[in-house]
């Protein structure tokens, strides 16, 4: 599968943005996907993640109420929606796609990633 991140940009404190993260390939409503981070200097982190039925979704504790992940099975698409941003939400995002793992939100568990897409929220 080839995933291909977009909706990054510059937004202010308190501001949204939806980030949506297109598959090609087959079999996508099979996959588990998950969202990742990386800001400067830091590690890439775990974001948020869903399961291939949309069922389950998962939150880092730092986005838990404010990002909302889902997912178009249709549309071979998964989004997260972001809201009232920080300026430490700054970092390139990530999507990633895993079949059948039992541990969605470790980063090592992911074989596919997309790009990335850079995000800037200022103060």
């Known amino acids: 599968v080839q995933l291909q991140a977009s909706g990054g940009g510059l937004v202010q404190a308190g501001g949204s943005l939806r980030l949506s993260c297109a598959a090609s390939?087959?079999?996508?409503?099979?996959?588990?996907m998950g969202w990742f981070r990386q800001a400067p200097g830091k590690e890439r982190e775990f974001v948020a993640a869903?399961?291939?039925?949309?069922?389950?979704?998962y939150y880092a504790d730092s986005v838990q109420g404010r990002f909302t992940i889902s997912r178009d099975n249709a549309k071979n698409t998964v989004y997260l929606q972001m809201n009232s941003l920080k300026p430490e939400d700054t970092a390139v995002y990530y999507c990633?796609?895993?079949?059948?793992?039992?541990?969605?939100?470790?980063?090592?568990?992911?074989?596919?990633w997309g790009q990335g897409t850079l995000v800037t929220v200022s103060s």
């Open positions: 990633a796609a895993e079949p059948g793992t039992r541990a969605p939100t470790k980063i090592n568990e992911y074989d596919y």
């Open positions: 390939g087959r079999l996508f409503s099979s996959y588990e």
């Open positions: 869903i399961s291939w039925s949309g069922a389950s979704t």
